[in-house]
């Protein structure tokens, strides 16, 4: 098919190119009404001039040219999600909804999230009692030295607080180290649910030997009151970012009538709202844990807020969001 | 080729296609990427440092105290910079502008498997994910990406775990130009192409190997010009039909007569939306529009 040469065809058509250009700029939102009104028409001629371009084997730069062109307008009109940016108004139903999905998705994923606490709290209890009468086993986690600064640490207990600058530098600490322990251990997850599974259990077991081994050393009611707090955030964030891994992993290794990449696809969509509760909840656990639990206020109040906090966290899950469902 | 570009349906049934990235410029980006925030981390640092220096030089007991609250304080903040730099640096930039500063540079995207540009959600899950890729290493921030490499070289679209998760990919800019195709110069002249036949059937192999040629041309030698003519001109003899004594300027002209001939070189007009000619837009200079 021959009509016209290259460089006429490109005279005659660039201002439509440029039109186009201009409007793919910025989003849809910001254009005049005249652009609006055009941009279809600009797409759509760009289309066939892409496809009159490649039957006339136009030069290489030029189809590219076009082929970005449209690709770059066709990704902007078919913009699945354009109408959810458009959308800026916050309605207090919307809130709710948002601070409730959180505990839905929980609930959605149950059978993960009670695998995950079992493979969490059984080698937990196992080595806090173990070591609780056998305090050697600790050596098996950590070196002696260490061990010897652990028991130091709780056996002063907190009555004299911390400065405030230390407290800032171990909320920073336990943000980065813990939220990054808990997002790790959801993505090694993708491996058939192993890596969090490892994650899991090995977490289960130092720090149940940690417990034990303070109280085998005489500071049980020191750590328990350190550690009230914060628990209740950072344990269950941990379980919670572990069944999201066993999730994704399952959802591979059991795909059902899904294809295995579809199946994971899905379940990785659906169980980023766990993962990113969980890392909420750390940043939680890091405030208390860093400014809360090891201020000097007196034990009697840290328990009771700390078993205040328990409630609340698994009120929330088990009733949140609760009516939506149904 | 085939191998490395990904083809799109549009709803207009036009075909277009992508250049995946490879795993190098891949890595080379996310390096890129890495230097940048170890850049920007130690700037802070030091920054940091020489503040607590200034504040705190004092030998009495108050100040020492001041000195130490504060390097405490701006240690837990550089901390949560440095978790802001490894878990959500490379998921907001992509969710926002769909690349990274890293990948900017090497002109590369991030892209959903149809070609549209990615959701938070598909960039947080990406990059989460690149733990999974590291592994069997646990640092240095995917420096390394064994896991990642193996994953893509083995899929079809050249992912890692994380794409794969995500359903996304990563694409290239391609070399791009509106400004048409290769003008012979001098203009041929008609006892030139006389001599060059009237309707030259080049295969777009050919075509695209002269097109390359005659762009080269002008940071090439002379002898180095007809040294390469010399080397193509016995395969397209030939459709030219006579043996010429300038091998270059003879490609030239074959090119021109196959691209050219018997197409017209209508005026610039015509075709507008509106049906009248719209001015080229302002504020963009250096096109040529003519």
Redesign the interface.
């Known amino acids: 098919m021959?009509?016209?040469?290259?460089?006429?065809?490109?005279?005659?058509?660039?201002?439509?190119?440029?039109?186009l250009e201009?409007c793919l700029g910025p989003s849809v939102m910001q254009l005049l009404p005249k652009q609006i009104a055009?941009l279809a028409?600009?797409y759509?001629?760009a289309?066939a001039d892409?496809?009159r371009a490649e039957a006339a084997?136009?030069?290489?730069?030029?189809l590219?040219?076009?082929?970005?062109l449209?690709?770059r307008a066709?990704?902007r009109i078919?913009?699945?999600?354009a109408r959810e940016k458009r959308q800026r108004t916050v309605r207090f139903q919307d809130v709710r909804a948002t601070l409730a999905s959180f505990a839905v998705a929980v609930r959605t994923h149950h059978v993960a999230v009670w695998i995950a606490t079992f493979m969490f709290f059984g080698p937990f209890i196992f080595a806090a009692l173990y070591t609780w009468k056998h305090p050697a086993f600790a050596s098996n986690f950590m070196q002696p030295d260490d061990l010897r600064n652990l028991a130091d640490a709780y056996a002063e207990g907190f009555e004299g607080g911390r400065?405030?600058?230390?407290?800032?530098?171990?909320?920073?600490?336990y943000?980065?180290n813990n939220?990054?322990i808990a997002?790790?251990c959801?993505?090694?997850g993708?491996?058939g649910g192993f890596?969090s599974a490892v994650y899991l259990l090995y977490n289960g077991l130092s720090t149940g030997t940690v417990f034990g081994f303070i109280t085998a050393n005489g500071s049980g009611a020191n750590i328990l009151t350190f550690t009230i707090g914060h628990s209740a955030f950072e344990l269950g964030a941990i379980v919670i970012a572990g069944a999201a891994g066993l999730a994704?992993g399952w959802s591979f290794v059991s795909p059902g009538e899904l294809t295995r990449?579809e199946s994971?696809?899905r379940t990785?969509?659906s169980v980023?709202t766990l993962?990113?509760g969980a890392a909420i909840m750390l940043l939680f656990a890091a405030l208390i844990e860093?400014f809360w639990s090891s201020s000097g206020i007196p034990s009697e109040v840290k328990r009771a807020v700390g078993i205040g906090n328990l409630v609340l966290v698994l009120s929330y899950f088990i009733f949140a969001g609760r009516k939506r469902e149904a | 080729m085939l191998d490395t570009t990904v083809a799109?349906e549009?709803?207009?049934h036009?075909l277009?296609?992508?250049r995946l990235a490879g795993p190098v410029q891949r890595w080379i980006a996310h390096l890129l990427d890495l230097l940048f925030l170890a850049v920007i981390l130690i700037g802070l640092a030091v920054i940091v440092a020489m503040m607590g220096t200034v504040l705190g030089v004092g030998p009495d007991a108050g100040q020492l105290?001041l000195q130490?609250?504060?390097?405490?304080?701006t240690?837990?903040?550089?901390?949560?910079i440095?978790?802001f730099a490894?878990?959500c640096y490379f998921a907001c930039l992509e969710a926002w502008k769909g690349t990274t500063p890293g990948k900017a540079v090497l002109g590369l995207r991030v892209?959903t498997l149809e070609?549209?540009?990615i959701?938070f959600?598909s960039a947080?899950?990406r990059n989460?994910?690149?733990?999974?890729d590291a592994?069997p290493l646990?640092q240095f921030m995917g420096a390394i990406a064994p896991a990642g490499l193996i994953s893509m070289l083995s899929t079809e679209r050249s992912q890692r775990?994380g794409d794969?998760?995500?359903?996304t990919m990563v694409v290239k800019?391609?070399?791009?130009?509106?400004?048409?195709?290769?003008?012979v110069w001098p203009p041929p002249e008609p006892h030139e192409l006389a001599h060059i036949p009237d309707d030259p059937h080049l295969s777009?192999e050919e075509?695209?190997a002269i097109?390359l040629f005659l762009r080269r041309k002008k940071r090439l030698g002379p002898a180095r010009e007809r040294e390469l003519a010399e080397i193509v001109l016995p395969l397209l003899q030939q459709k030219l039909g006579h043996v010429p004594h300038d091998p270059a300027r003879a490609l030239g002209l074959l090119y021109h007569q196959a691209?050219?001939a018997?197409?017209?070189?209508?005026?610039?007009?015509?075709?507008?939306?509106?049906g009248h000619?719209?001015?080229?837009?302002p504020g963009?200079p250096g096109?040529p529009?003519?």
């Open positions: 021959r009509e016209v040469t290259e460089r006429s065809f490109v005279e005659r058509r660039q201002t439509d190119w440029l039109s201009e055009t028409q600009l759509r001629n289309c892409l496809a084997q136009y030069s290489a730069p030029l590219t040219y076009l082929q970005e449209v690709g066709h990704a078919y913009d699945l999600h400065a405030f600058g230390t407290d800032a530098q171990m909320t920073g600490f943000v980065n939220v990054g997002l790790r959801f993505a090694l993708v491996f890596g994704l990449s994971v696809r990785g969509m980023l993962v990113f860093g | 799109i549009t709803p207009e036009v277009f296609h992508y105290k130490k609250e504060l390097s405490g304080t240690t837990g903040i550089l901390l949560l440095v978790f490894q878990w892209v070609g549209r540009p959701t959600s947080a899950l989460l994910l690149r733990a999974a592994l646990t775990v794969l998760v995500a359903g800019k391609t070399e791009r130009s509106n400004q048409g195709g290769v003008l777009p075509r695209t097109e691209v050219n018997g197409r017209k070189d209508a005026p610039a007009s015509s075709r507008n939306i509106s000619p719209t001015p080229p837009p963009r096109r529009h003519a």
